[in-house]
């Protein structure tokens, strides 16, 4: 019997661009006589036929050097040359390299990692998950005999109590908090939309709750920060899960601002401001300084929906172990570590690179903790902040976490090419980060949808294939187990 529901379909959803960002060109000189020697050679469709000409038409999937069956050396008449293309040398940073950003473009285009040619397990940032190896025994080398329905990936989220909600997610992750406002109507959707497919869940962040979120209620989480903007009982009574953020691990301790260019009539409404002035997230929660004020907020929505699992998002300063226990005796089921990696382009660079603890730090020191406490079992943490690959998801449950909130990643699979503007004027050009209504357009809802599915399925497989060739048969045998991790500082040594 399979031990999950059965999961979203993947629909092949390529760029919405004409001519898709490549590692690699091929020049086609005059020389060429047409024979088709690389349409028949090339397994990528690089080359197509069209009206009688042979055409390079898919640069962007060509995996260059890696290439079992090489057109340029095959061509008769030498026509082909293969290079680097220069624009993809110039994208993405030393997390999100340009590597990474294209391996998630081909895995929100087919479902699944790329064959070849693209590194998508790491970045080159020379630390954090960029330096950590998940260390595969080798009785397992090879793929386990186990069926993929056979593994479960599932997680519960309520650990703590009967009478709240029981939710089994049948993927350890859901979507972390993105503000309409921050992003655009149609990326919230299809952010949710896919939540919805995976029987998971995609957070509101705390720009309110835009109406059309309404038919995906169950698999919304509400959340309630310091701004309180589209604060209402009445959306708290609506969800499952309800989320206190009290910081973001991109930048805790600076609350959040949205410039008055992307305060839209729309976004204005939903928070209550007045269009055009710019709005401001306090830090820290005014009401609350110690763990009896959390409670009260805890007690708070538990008045208003009994029912509802609580859900705490804070950053990771150095003492995030007492946090973590604070959060669970006030009454918490879910404990959110946003680490200092994370945030769209709008966190500057400088919070994020200097104030909260990586989450791979954060993430171990939380689990220890809650174990002397007595508590581990009781409650669910999940981790968020720089988590953008299949292996990352698996590195931090390795560490101690049950799951992961994904947020970037998702907006990559929309195309986002990690430029750092999503703040500014009327914000992103590829209409993810925007509230400009024209600029939204730029998305069109099933395709936003599909993608994102066709990225968590890509993920969903190589976590089954990750876990197979760890020998084991669920993902909550992987909670911990940093034995099954190995840093590059400490190989060969
Ligand atoms: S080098 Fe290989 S992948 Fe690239 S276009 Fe030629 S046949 Fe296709
Ligand atoms: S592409 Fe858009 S969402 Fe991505 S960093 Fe640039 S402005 Fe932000």
């Given at each position: ?205 705390e720009?309110g709750y ?12 509400t959340q309630v920060a310091?701004?309180l903007f589209g604060v209402r009982e009445?959306t708290i ?257």
């Amino acid at each position: 019997m399979s031990l999950n529901s059965k999961p979203p379909e993947v629909v092949i959803t390529p760029s919405r661009f004409r001519n898709p960002i490549g590692k690699y060109r091929l020049h086609r000189t005059d020389d060429c006589i047409g024979c088709g020697k690389c349409v028949e050679l090339c397994p990528y469709g690089v080359h197509v036929i069209q009206a009688g000409h042979v055409l390079t038409k898919n640069h962007y999937r060509c995996v260059g050097p890696e290439c079992p069956n090489p057109c340029h050396e095959a061509c008769p008449v030498g026509a082909l040359a293969l290079n680097r293309n220069p624009t993809f040398d110039t994208m993405g940073d030393l997390r999100w390299t340009p590597d990474l950003l294209l391996s998630t473009w081909y895995m929100a285009e087919n479902g699944t990692v790329p064959p070849r040619g693209l590194e998508y397990r790491i970045g080159a940032s020379d630390g954090g998950f960029d330096r950590l190896r998940l260390v595969f025994p080798p009785a397992h080398r090879s793929q386990s005999e186990a069926l993929n329905e056979d593994v479960d990936i599932g997680i519960y989220l309520n650990r703590r109590d009967g009478s709240s909600h029981h939710i089994r997610i049948d993927v350890p992750f859901y979507g972390g908090g993105m503000s309409y406002g921050s992003v655009s109507i149609i990326t919230m959707l299809s952010r949710v939309r896919a939540a919805a497919a995976f029987g998971t869940f995609c957070c509101t962040g705390e720009g309110g709750y835009p109406d059309e979120l309404k038919p995906y209620d169950d698999h919304v989480i509400t959340q309630v920060a310091t701004g309180l903007f589209g604060v209402r009982e009445e959306t708290i009574q609506r969800v499952r899960i309800a989320e206190f953020k009290y910081a973001q691990g991109a930048k805790p301790g600076l609350g959040g601002h949205l410039l008055g260019d992307k305060v839209t009539p729309a976004v204005a409404g939903m928070r209550e401001a007045v269009a055009g002035y710019p709005l401001f997230s306090p830090f820290p929660f005014h009401s609350v300084y110690s763990v009896e004020d959390h409670k009260k907020h805890v007690d708070w929505i538990k008045t208003i929906n009994p029912k509802a699992l609580i859900t705490v998002k804070v950053s990771t300063p150095t003492d995030v172990d007492m946090v973590a226990v604070g959060i669970y005796y006030a009454g918490a089921h879910i404990i959110h570590l946003d680490g200092s990696y994370g945030g769209t382009g709008a966190a500057p660079d400088i919070a994020k690179k200097n104030i909260a603890m990586p989450i791979e730090y954060a993430v171990p020191r939380v689990h220890r903790f809650l174990k002397e406490e007595g508590i581990r079992d009781k409650i669910t943490v999940m981790a968020s902040g720089g988590i953008r690959t299949p292996h990352d998801v698996a590195k931090i449950i390795a560490l101690g976490a049950d799951g992961v909130c994904t947020g970037t990643a998702e907006l990559v699979a929309l195309e986002c090419i990690r430029c750092h503007n999503c703040e500014s004027g009327r914000g992103c050009a590829r209409g993810i980060a925007t509230t400009d209504p024209e600029l939204t357009e730029l998305i069109d809802l099933e395709w936003g949808t599909q993608r994102i599915i066709n990225l968590l399925m890509a993920w969903r497989k190589e976590l089954i294939r990750i876990l197979k060739r760890l020998g084991m048969k669920s993902i909550t045998e992987l909670v911990g187990r940093t034995d099954c991790l190995a840093h590059l500082d400490y190989m060969n040594k």
